[in-house]
């Protein structure tokens, strides 16, 4: 079989994922710390337990990442013709689903604490040879688990557009939204403080909901990649323009009639077919040639577009046009550009 | 994800912590969702025990023990006019404390109980190593095939068995000839040798009602301030 071409990302962009690369390790260096400090205090907190498992899930998407970038240039093979662009695509969908799973289980283990009207007990504690009540313990690990992450999202938000890379950039808004997890289980702490029993699972409630959501999320994003949704752009999560402008940029050419493309992600190059009908049937393979390493000059996640000659009448396969043009499909995508 | 929280809110999380922990410390925290502590001082504090000697012993007239003394100082501080016993099993009792009708329970508890999930434990105020203790000072290499004296009911006789030793029930240890298994403060009280084979760790609690914080912060408080007056009078403890 035919493998694809390998892939080799311009200078400026291998430098990129060296630099995601480090930032994703040091993730995981602050995460293990902070997993291991509300380990420590967690005490009987049901808010403590889902912040935890919430920290411990953050570590999902750089592992992910990491794991994707070992396998992203390595050389496509007889086995996997179309290379191993899809590995972190399955760590991720594996990730969403835990993510889900677990965000329901501790969203109905504090709704069962309320109905059950469970009061958390949360003692004293020492450090440093003092005797203090472990809430504070509690509010000193959380206040710690906040601020990394934060820092780290914002870092990781903008490279995460730059090299198209989707893992990054769910793991760059996980984190930057974790100090909302630290925040919830501070007050629900301070809550049991005051000698309101129930603020503990009502912080752990909505903890898990955001989990739940993140779940869902990257759930919802992981399986649209791997059915091969349009392209879309990492930020604002809209249809990428790009294919659109790879179809004008061919029709531009004087010997094509008409072009359509189609084209799939995979990890954070775009792959597929270009379908050209030419005017005439003069010297088409050097034309042909020239067509595609103009498609592939035009950005750099543009990568090996098969270039497939069709008669005018066929660039839509059979009787779609119709039914293309008749239903809402072709004034979404005009507006999918604006 | 929170990215519109944190558009439309622009708050600082830093500066919400901060207003949070000064609010936090402003107040006596932490604070009874049931209010133990503010009933008890004044009025009468409602205390389960369980019999189990040395920490809790019941006679026909007034409950005493290692504990009994600790709950009455305990009563004083907090400013209690009044102590109701009310004896039972620990299962009872236990369930009338998670129902908040008693304010403690105290009976020799150790923090491997099954009930820490449901009712609060304080940390544990006295931690004893169960060794295994002998008359002179002839210390045995090792325990297999030694025949060694335990007073039932004690998870010691299934460690001893575990690791060969030769468990041999007796009702009184003070009649024992020769090496016994018990908790060290018993072995020297018993005038016996501790020896390095330790078998298990008693960590001694009281338990309060779940979730009574302020009230579980004070008693564990009062008693870690007690723990060497918990030794001496473990020493004056008739063998």
New interface residues.
């Given amino acids: 079989m035919r493998t694809m071409a390998s892939f080799e990302a311009p200078p400026e962009k291998e430098e990129g994922f060296r630099k995601a690369k480090r930032l994703e390790i040091f993730t995981i260096g602050w995460m293990l710390s902070i997993i291991l400090v509300v380990f420590l205090t967690m005490g009987s907190s049901q808010a403590m337990k889902a912040a935890w498992v919430e920290d411990l899930l953050s570590l999902v998407p750089p592992i992910a990442f990491l794991i994707a970038n070992r396998f992203r240039n390595r050389e496509p093979d007889s086995k996997f013709a179309y290379g191993y662009h899809r590995a972190s695509g399955i760590s991720f969908l594996v990730a969403a689903v835990a993510l889900t799973i677990f965000g329901l289980y501790i969203l109905f283990d504090s709704v069962m604490a309320l109905v059950m009207a469970e009061h958390p007990t949360i003692g004293l504690t020492t450090i440093f040879g003092r005797e203090i009540w472990s809430g504070w313990l509690m509010i000193v690990a959380l206040t710690y688990s906040a601020i990394p992450p934060v820092i780290l999202g914002r870092m990781k938000l903008s490279l995460a557009e730059e090299l198209h890379e989707k893992t990054l950039f769910t793991d760059a808004e996980m984190n930057k939204a974790d100090w909302l997890t630290a925040v919830a289980g501070i007050v629900g702490i301070l809550g049991v403080g005051m000698g309101w029993w129930w603020a503990d699972s009502v912080a752990a409630g909505i903890i898990s909901l955001d989990i739940c959501k993140d779940g869902m999320t990257s759930l919802k994003e992981v399986v649209e990649d791997l059915m091969d949704t349009h392209p879309t752009t990492v930020k604002e999560h809209k249809p990428d323009p790009l294919p659109e402008r790879v179809k004008q940029e061919l029709e531009r050419l004087d010997w094509v009639d008409g072009a359509e493309v189609r084209l799939r992600e995979m990890g954070h190059v775009y792959v597929g077919e270009a379908f050209v009908a030419p005017k005439d049937q003069n010297d088409l393979i050097s034309r042909l040639q020239y067509a595609r390493e103009l498609v592939e000059s035009l950005d750099w996640r543009l990568h090996d577009i098969s270039m497939v000659l069709v008669p005018k009448d066929r660039l839509v396969p059979n009787g779609r046009e119709k039914q293309r043009e008749s239903t809402q499909s072709a004034p979404r995508l005009e507006q999918w550009q604006g | 994800?929170?990215?519109r929280?944190?558009a439309g809110g622009c708050i600082s999380?830093l500066v919400?912590?901060f207003a949070?922990?000064c609010?936090?410390s402003g107040?006596d925290?932490?604070?009874?969702?049931?209010?133990t502590l503010e009933r008890v001082r004044g009025g009468t504090l409602r205390v389960g025990i369980v019999e189990n000697d040395p920490w809790v012993r019941i006679s026909e007239s007034e409950p005493s023990g290692v504990e009994i003394d600790l709950v009455k100082q305990f009563a004083d501080e907090v400013g209690a006019s009044r102590i109701e016993w009310v004896q039972g099993s620990e299962d009872e009792l236990m369930e009338v404390l998670t129902k908040y009708d008693l304010d403690l329970v105290v009976g020799g508890l150790v923090q491997s109980s099954p009930w820490s999930?449901n009712?609060?434990?304080?940390?544990p105020y006295f931690q004893s190593e169960v060794v295994v203790g002998i008359p002179g000072t002839n210390h045995p290499p090792d325990l297999e095939g030694l025949e060694v004296a335990v007073q039932p009911p004690s998870a010691a006789e299934a460690i001893l068995a575990k690791k060969g030793a030769v468990p041999v029930r007796m009702t009184d240890l003070s009649e024992a000839l020769g090496p016994v298994a018990a908790p060290a403060w018993k072995i020297e009280s018993l005038g016996m040798t501790p020896t390095r084979h330790d078998l298990t760790k008693l960590k001694h609690v009281m338990a309060?009602?779940?979730?009574?914080?302020?009230w579980?912060?004070r008693l564990?408080?009062f008693l870690?301030a007690r723990e060497p007056h918990v030794k001496e009078a473990l020493k004056e403890v008739r063998p």
């Fill in positions: 994800m929170a990215k929280f944190v999380p919400l912590l949070l922990a609010v936090g107040c925290m932490p604070r009874d969702p049931v209010n999930k009712v609060g434990f304080t940390r309060v009602p779940p979730g009574e914080n302020g579980l912060v564990e408080r870690l």
